[in-house]
């Protein structure tokens, strides 16, 4: 797969269509795959956690999720293709999932939520293919029976649908003992989103980079730090780089 490097990142530089060609023909293959994605807030936070740079950057395919990575590609002169959005990846794999007759296992957010993304997913596919599916609130020590369950549901697909570094260091954890799942991948919010608890940006807001503008108006209090700063350090880090390159 072509991948660059970027900012301490691992990125494969695949479409949206690429990225689902590759997953449906390892999968055939009977080839596990551990998948992840970045945006600016995760490049960011990688800088410093190292544990979460070696979560991502040992992972089989990695996808940028946001806008701002895109943009930062191409002023670093290795420029991407195009976004692949994490949930929108996770919708179109469910979707793969139903007709090639895999079966998904969905761990994470609150129950209520897990359990309205399942109600959706059986109305739009069938009851099959769920294989299994719990919240995402657990203790360390709750680990090793959780993926024990997840493995002897004997589900092709497992989307964990926690907060980062929480999720990729989970993933990254258990990836040998998950390694009977032929696809395992980190959806962030995304079942908040299915579910309807929060609502998503209009589209124009996704193709103009202003996707998490709209998650920072939702919710202000628990975003600002998260966005503002975040955004703020990743336009830093971009032209740190780029002006140090132009140096050398």
């Excluded at 996808?63 to 990575?69: E, P």
């Amino acid at each position: 797969m072509p991948r660059i490097h970027l900012l301490n990142t691992l990125v494969d530089n695949l479409s949206m269509q690429e990225t689902l060609q590759l997953v449906e023909k390892r999968m055939e293959q009977k080839k596990s795959i551990h998948h992840t994605v970045v945006n600016a807030g995760k490049i960011v936070a990688m800088q410093e956690d190292e544990v979460l740079r070696k979560s991502v950057n040992e992972a089989d395919l990695i996808n940028a999720d946001g806008q701002a990575v895109i943009w930062a590609s191409k002023l670093l002169k290795k420029p991407l293709k195009e976004r692949v959005a994490g949930i929108d990846l996770f919708v179109n794999l469910v979707e793969l999932a139903h007709q090639k007759q895999f079966s998904i296992y969905l761990l994470g957010a609150k129950q209520e939520v897990v359990e309205a993304v399942v109600t959706k997913f059986e109305k739009q596919c069938d009851s099959k293919i769920i294989a299994g599916f719990r919240n995402g609130y657990f203790s360390t020590s709750e680990e090793k029976q959780i993926v024990d369950h997840i493995v002897h549901s004997k589900a092709d697909m497992l989307f964990v649908a926690m907060s980062s570094p929480k999720k990729e260091i989970f993933l990254h954890k258990h990836r040998e003992a998950l390694s009977s799942i032929p696809f395992i991948m980190g959806v962030g919010g995304s079942f908040d989103v299915i579910s309807g608890k929060t609502k998503r940006a209009p589209l124009w807001m996704q193709k103009s980079g202003l996707e998490w503008f709209y998650r920072f108006l939702q919710e202000p209090k628990r975003m600002w730090k998260r966005y503002l700063v975040g955004n703020s350090k990743f336009l830093y880090l971009v032209f740190k780089e780029r002006f140090h390159s132009k140096d050398k």
